[in-house]
């Protein structure tokens, strides 16, 4: 069985890891390796080996830093297929899509190739007589990430890149479901030049998040998760001293009106709603149909949702693969069956879903629930699967209260022809990210990424500019330069 190990200071190690936690193909059910969990000496080893790198990193030139980025992302460029494929192996997503998440994580990576520009600071001449005012960043020290499962390329490269090259040194935390892509990624830090504990690589659970979140050496913490996770990692953190952004759960919207294309608005919502099987952060999974176009929806809806081929993500010709756990395919499936329990109506149903030739795969079929009320479960939680469901609101205004309602602000869209609609909906939802007809609208890297309300806490956003600003801290210094004499003297000093 294969042992997928830490990286700290420049190399793999078991450390002091004595428990392992299994990985497996989500397209078969099998075990396909084992993964160390961090003790509480790991989480000490390797904040230690980035302490001491810093001490360089930090003091080392733009120049040398950018030189590093630019070969980085070279490598990275010659060897996306890998990671792409690692991704699909451990998560299940097809391999379009797995090279579509290290694609949009390289473009973070460009970003921060452009740090000279980004750190430029600013001043002021003569502020008062003689007197004059600059300000200047400059790297916290050592950071962490702490990344979920369903983008292990993407996600960490949202953080570590930005980070990297503000001069911190970096600890990351993969998911223990698919942590292969974060030591390829540490292989190709070391190909490129970085020193030894300027990246590294930590596995475990809550063992380790603890271990991070308590270490008074850790000066700062990026979290995506979950909403509770979210919370207690930002809490805990702040409390002890850290500065801390932390992005949690979603559940994403989209309002397709009556002078919507309703065949583009019913493609764009089933790719939204099934790519990746549906564990998406920003995936659509929610549906308002207003006015009179709800049943018209529905029936285009329903032939694009059949229309989606589902199987290994290896094979070609997989829209969709599994789901990444048995036990996240159960609780997947127990939504659904609450949502038809509580009166909605299981247009396409994806809960027995058999793959041939992969009957213990994880998966779950597309599926459109119709008649959905907000008071439901299959509403109110987050699915992160393949699940669409479909609402309805009378006018523009009653939808948009509806997403105000809810306590996620992560992502929202709408689906018009009309200008004046889609301004009053992006005014008017109280929503981080919108799209007008755009379903998932990610930020590209050189803008921001975070949502509002219960999906995001702390005060920065992730990548771009408010990157920057997260992994660094501003100093401002005055200063004045008394002339002197030209001549020496060799009177007595008066006061005069």
Known sequence: MRTIQHWIDGAETRGDSTRVAAVFDPATGEQQAEVLLAEQADVDRVVAAAAAAFEDWSQSSLSRRTGILFAFREILHRRKDEVAAAI???HGKVLSDAAGEVQRGLEVVEFACGIPQLLKGEYSDQVSTGVDSYSFRQPLGVVAGITPFNFPAMVPMWMFPVA????????????????????????MWAEAGLPPGVFNVLHGDKVAVDGLLDHPDVAAVSFVGSTPIAQYVHERGTRSGKRVQALGGAKNHAIVLPDADLEFAADHLAAAAYGSAGERCMAISATIAVGSVGDELIDVLDRRSRAVRVGPGREPGSDMGPIVTQASRDRIVSLITSG????????????????????????????????????????REEVFGPVLSVLRAGTVDEAIDLINANPYGNGTAIFTSHGGAA????????????????????PMAYHSFGGWKNSLFGEHHVHGPDGVRFYTRAKVVTQRWPELERDASFDMPTAR
């Open 423 to 442: 301004r009053k909906f992006a005014r008017g939802v109280e929503v981080g990210m919108i799209g007008i007809n755009v379903p998932v609208p990610v």
């Open 164 to 187: 990297i090259a503000c001069g911190n040194t970096f600890v990351l935390k993969p998911s223990e479901r698919d942590p292969s892509a974060a030591v390829l990624l540490a292989e």
């Open 340 to 379: 038809e329990e509580s009166g909605a109506k299981v247009v396409v149903d994806g809960r027995d879903l058999v793959v041939p030739g992969h009957e213990n795969g994880f998966f779950v079929g597309p599926t459109l629930v119709d008649q959905v009320s907000p008071e439901m479960e299959v509403y």
């Open 88 to 90: 699909t192996d451990e």
